[in-house]
């Protein structure tokens, strides 16, 4: 009887509570990652062309992203979900005959139109899911608790990684195409929410989004500004840290172990950024999150191996207090008639910054070297967060000073 009870729960909407922990840690479960740069690299690719690849994985979604969440607000979050995780099985499944460039635009470009379908609509079909059930007063941290799970998942893939490694990378290549191949089996057992069925039939307006999101207060846009801007601090050092790794002498077996050590990290600051939030106060959080990827690009440029890799956890901090600070503040002000449009919108533009920045990264690492690239970042996430998270801790403070108390910190009540 107690197996039934647990079956029929699974089965039914409560289910989608961990199928989506599930479909996080496999969507992310990505064991080709930590050796990424040297694979490519390997197959006659330059610093260049490595950033060029992420750069169209970038701008496949920077053109999907936005009308990928309105299909889901649209349609519905379980067919959006369906329909990435196909892509996304696609995309990994082509690694089976990569080997160059145009290879490489391949997978990327699968995996991007795979991601774009499903960013968004995870976190919508989550928090609608919790509303049905009348748990949202009760689980507040459901982006805290996603993005743990990916951390956790990126950390085990990460190990994986290192193992597998010793055996060939044929091995890598294996695992990866059949843990991509998971996340369909996964979406296609989920329940949409009826509070998002009933209100699909009304029309979605583009247009209100857009004030919803740029017009409705100045703490809701700066936390969208921010999403989109000051995400990119960290977001490069995911991809010239394996590059550091290399010039250091680090063994390639041991990529997958230090992406696993990075990554639990992000994860731990991610589970308890809220609470951190919460004791701290929003405006010393944001210091700390501005400042640590400053920190870290200046520990390796100026460090050997052993304080470059202490340097480098600053990144990892930074993502997990500041991204799930940041995407809870933007989805407890939208309704859920647009959330997961608001969130590709937010996407949309961090990744449409990285299009645009990206490559020109690669080709001054391979132009003038990975020490000048590192000062030149240090400069450039300085000026990003004084002038991103400043003005956002400037609104909240006169949101304050107004007596506005759901616009005085990014952890406020839901929208209505």
């Not at 599930?22 to 006659?44: E, R, S």
């Not at 956002?392 to 108390?405: C, H, M, P, T, V």
Request: with cysteine; net charge neutral; proline share 4%.
């Amino acid at each position: 009887m107690v197996r039934y009870i647990r079956f029929n729960a699974w089965q039914g909407l409560q289910g989608n509570i961990p199928k989506s922990m599930v479909l996080a840690f496999f969507q992310l479960f990505l064991v080709i990652v930590p050796i990424l740069v040297p694979f490519f690299q390997d197959h006659g690719l330059s610093m260049k062309e490595v950033f060029l690849t992420q750069a169209f994985f970038g701008a496949v979604i920077v053109v999907m992203e936005i009308p990928s969440g309105v299909l889901a607000d649209r349609f519905g979050r379980k067919r959006a979900l369906v329909l990435g995780a196909l892509f996304l099985a696609l995309g990994h499944m082509s690694l089976l005959w990569a080997n160059d460039l145009t290879g490489f635009l391949v997978f990327e470009g699968l995996l991007g139109v795979g991601v774009s379908l499903m960013s968004g609509a995870d976190l919508a079909l989550l928090y609608d899911t919790e509303i049905e059930l009348g748990r949202e007063g009760e689980s507040p941290e459901a982006v805290a608790n996603l993005y743990s799970m990916h951390s956790l998942s990126e950390a085990l893939a990460a190990v994986a990684c290192s193992l597998l490694i010793l055996h060939s990378m044929d091995a890598v290549i294996l695992v990866q195409v059949v843990a991509g191949c998971i996340p369909l089996l996964v979406a296609l057992t989920l329940k949409e929410p009826s509070i998002h069925r009933g209100e699909v039939r009304e029309p979605l307006r583009f247009r209100e989004v857009l004030v919803h999101l740029l017009r409705n207060g100045a703490v809701i846009r700066w936390t969208v500004i921010a999403l989109s801007l000051w995400s990119l601090t960290t977001f490069f050092a995911v991809w010239i840290l394996q590059r550091w790794w290399t010039e250091t002498d680090v063994p390639l077996w041991a990529f997958g172990y230090l992406w696993a050590m990075y990554t639990a990290i992000a994860g731990l600051a991610g589970k308890f950024a809220l609470r951190i939030e919460r004791r701290l106060g929003i405006g010393l959080l944001l210091g700390i999150i501005g400042l640590l990827p400053v920190a870290g690009y200046v520990g390796l440029a100026a460090s050997g191996l052993v304080m470059g890799l202490v340097a480098a956890a600053c990144f990892f901090v930074a993502r997990g207090l500041g991204l799930v600070v940041l995407r809870d503040a933007l989805n407890r002000r939208t309704p859920s008639r647009f959330r997961a449009t608001a969130n590709s919108m937010a996407s949309f533009g961090f990744r449409a910054a990285f299009v645009g920045a990206g490559p020109m990264a690669g080709a001054w690492i391979d132009h003038a070297g990975t020490v000048s690239t590192l000062w030149l970042l240090a400069g450039v996430a300085a000026i990003i967060s004084l002038g991103v998270l400043l003005p956002l801790w400037f609104a909240i403070r006169r949101a304050i000073a107004e007596g506005d108390d759901s616009e005085g910190s990014p952890c406020a009540a839901p929208a209505s």
